[in-house]
């Protein structure tokens, strides 16, 4: 009895140790549980702050550049093979949104980067179907392989690829990350972001897409070639439709949505072909400016979305190009080049530098290997008016002359065209419209070539120019565009305002990277820019080398052509718009007569169908300048007996003539005569401006 008690005992005491060390176990294993735990959460806590803390690589995502015209338009994108514009969410399409998270992340927004529940189903789903069935990677995912990685299928890819998609997750929002895939997912067909892909796919902007154009859109990206419609329409169809299940199955919208959405009928914009833009030669001048002279980068440029404001009129550049056509279509070696300002501003409206951008992209509007001949003189004669003495009336023999120059030691003896001569003195305005060589080399010999190019560095020529007699022809080489920068400055009364393309250029964001500022410079004396100009009309008047195209012509116009041996010009303007034509070969080849004559129909026309809807308009006259009748015969001035001989003509005030022809008579009191002049000139100035309005109006 007493050892059954004792044997109780003692198993009571051992049951009561093992209990003690059990209860003890147990909180030795809770201890180290909650160590490890807690532990857990300091590296978790520890490795998360070491990623956040940790920069991202820098994403440099592309996007389209645009060049657009005067009018806002775009006549040029830019990109580095990536064509791409970049929106905001709000600017996209509800339906499309819903549409890629159902289709490639459906738990987007409750995991932190990686999926891990998603990653198991879709292992599961392969391993049952012995396929790559379903995909784990998150948009997150996608999103860091986009900006930072390749599309290698390695392990260390993998590894750095989710540690991207933590870091992208603890640095921006949800609605931030869609943004960005959104903006970089590739659409195919160098599309890149779904604005781009709205745009080339439907001709509309994301925020307008439908349910089932969103639907299509949203499952390109798997397979851009697959599932493209314009090459797999099937495909794209199967891919819809599958889609439209997962917003089903997601909640996002109902079967009969579905349905309806899969049975519409998409219409698909053409394909975007590789094509020139409208202005090809322009656009290149634009691009080379942008990057040498305003500091624009060429990354920037092809990729930064930058938004470029030019100056081409897109009327302007097209009649310049069907000028040259039509006028060349019989003459397919021969080359032509035009450029066209706005004289009041210095803003480039047109430009063609070649007849074909395709084959040749020289643009030769800036080729400074070109003799401008006689083109060259109404620079010379400019210089020559503002000395003392020389006016309108100045006369030379016009006969074959040998001048001798440098001290004796050399001569020059130039020519007539078809050795044509007057035979006779003839005045500065009879030299410019018959284009008298003789004439032309008299005066530079009396005013000295220094002069000369003293004036022509004023009106903006920078090309070498040789202080020689020939300078007068315009033997030293000067671009069609100096010239139409020159010129420009004549018929803006003397103020030069620089030759300029490009208005402002923004950021991506609308930011102002570059504006233009309008330097105005007064280097010439409106008086005598406007004589001058008074005497270049001749050009096209009976008699005048440019003659044959005055019936084209239903506006005041000033100009002056040009022959050498290898090329024809025509430089002229209107109040409003000055053109500068050059035609010839690329190579050391004569240039006949019938193909010089070209070079003025391609101005007289480029000029009215440019100006075709701008009532004509005189050239506003300068103070300082006086309109007299004169003799052109005696060179003084014309009393009522002179009759049909006498012209108007026009004077800086000071260098008028101050002798009465010798036909008037004593009695007549000399400034009554005067004012009667002024009046007479001013009306005479007027019928022809009508004149010239009745023919625009009535054309």
Known sequence: MLRMKRTAKNKHAKNKTTAKSKLQLLKTIASISFTLCVLSMICLFGFLLYFSAQSLPAAKVQQTSQILDAHGQVIDILHAGQHRKI???????????????????R??????????????????????????????????????RNLYLNHERTWDRKMKEAIYALQLEMNFSKDEILELYLNTIYFGHSLYGIETAAQAYFGKSARDLTLAESALLAGVPKGALYYSPYYNPDNAKKRQKLVLDAMVEAGMITREEAEAAYEEELVYQPLPEERLSPAPYFIDYVKQTAVQKLGISQEQLYGGGIKIYTTLDPHMQRAAEQAIADHLQHYPDLQAALIALDPRTGHIKAMVGGRDYKVNQYNRVFAASRQPGSAFKPIMYLAALRQEGFNALTRYRSEPTTFTYDEGRKTYTPSNFGNQYANEEITLRQAIAKSDNIYAVHTIMEIVPERVIETARQLGITSPLQPLPSLALGASPVSPFEMAAAYSVIANQGVRMAPTAILRIEDARGRILYENQPDAEQVIEPAYTYVLTKLMESVFEPGGTAARVAHVLKRPTAGKTGTTNSDAWMVGFTPELTAAVWIGYDRDRTISSAEASRAAPIFAQFMEESLKHVPPKLFPVAQGVISLYVDPTSGTIATPKCGEHARLEYFVKGSEPGEFCSEHTAEQDRDDLLEQHESEGAEQERRSWWEDLKRWWFR
Request: glycine letters at 6%.
């Open 87 to 105: 929106v905001r969410l709000s600017e996209i399409s509800d339906d499309l949104i819903h549409a890629v998270v159902a289709i490639e992340d």
């Open 107 to 144: 738990r987007f927004y409750d995991h932190f980067g990686i999926d891990l529940y998603g990653a198991a189903r879709a292992l599961w789903v392969n391993l049952r179907r012995m396929a790559a069935v379903q995909g784990a990677s998150t948009i997150t995912q996608q999103l860091a």
